[in-house]
T-cell receptor, first 115, second 113 residues
Framework: GAVVSQHPSWVICKSGTSVKIECRSL??????MFWYRQFPKQSLMLMAT?????????EQGVEKDKFLINHASLTLSTLTVTSAHPEDSSFYIC???????????FGSGTRLTVV | GESVGLHLPTLSVQEGDNSIINCAYS??????FIWYKQESGKGPQFIID?????DKRQGQRVTVLLNKTVKHLSLQIAATQPGDSAVYFC????????????FGAGTTVTVRA
């Protein structure tokens, strides 16, 4: 079945630094990937839709200059949290549209802690 | 914007009993619905899906019911097991929005031994 690999699974960074999270589709080509953020005991909130070869579409209230998304190939999308602050600490999850019967495959998530 | 919501935030179930998790959605244009299970620190795991042209779908120990008249979705888990303890989300897809998924608030299911 479709597999999405997300890396790293957890990261701790200092306030003011940038962190890159990778999302790879291992056995299929993903023209569209989605990035979600999840705070403790809350639901997944869509941050942006990433389309290969074009600019990402951000949801209302998500700062595109802070959360940089690059989808340069059909198997890789990256999310860079720039100038991270403690309030950016969260669980970030990517999803790829695999165009299969289930449509969506999720990564295992990245726990970001900004200190 | 419109979003999917859930009726109950928590559900405690005796092992072996059946579980019913409810979900209300508000977007009549949604054409596809998915139930996910999420364990602590992990990504969502697909359980079962249903398209808007159906009202019931069964899987292994799980059944999803869709009532479009009242915009209601439910997940039934038969013979609930300790391994079913997790947070359950329903998600809806709206074709006009790049096929993105909107998630409900989630129901935490705890199975009592």
């Amino acid at each position: 079945g479709a597999v999405v690999s997300q890396h790293p699974s957890w990261v701790i960074c200092k306030s003011g630094t940038s962190v890159k999270i990778e999302c790879r589709s291992l056995d299929f080509q993903a023209t569209t990937m989605f990035w979600y953020r999840q705070f403790p005991k809350q639901s997944l909130m869509l941050m942006a839709t990433s389309n290969e070869g074009s600019k990402a579409t951000y949801e209302q209230g998500v700062e595109k200059d802070k959360f940089l998304i690059n989808h340069a190939s059909l198997t890789l999308s990256t999310l860079t949290v720039t100038s991270a602050h403690p309030e950016d600490s969260s669980f970030y999850i990517c999803s790829a549209n695999d165009r299969g019967p289930r449509g969506y495959t999720f990564g295992s998530g990245t726990r970001l802690t900004v200190v | 914007g419109e979003s999917v919501g859930l009726h109950l935030p928590t559900l405690s179930v005796q092992e072996g009993d059946n579980s019913i998790i409810n979900c209300a959605y508000s977007n009549s244009a949604s054409d596809y619905f998915i139930w996910y299970k999420q364990e602590s620190g992990k990504g969502p795991q697909f359980i079962i899906d249903i398209r808007s042209n159906m009202d019931k779908r069964q899987g292994q120990r799980v059944t999803v019911l869709l009532n479009k008249t009242v915009k209601h979705l439910s997940l039934q888990i038969a013979a609930t097991q300790p391994g079913d303890s997790a947070v359950y989300f329903c998600a809806e897809r709206t074709p006009r929005d790049d096929y993105k998924l909107s998630f409900g608030a989630g129901t935490t299911v705890t199975v009592r031994a």
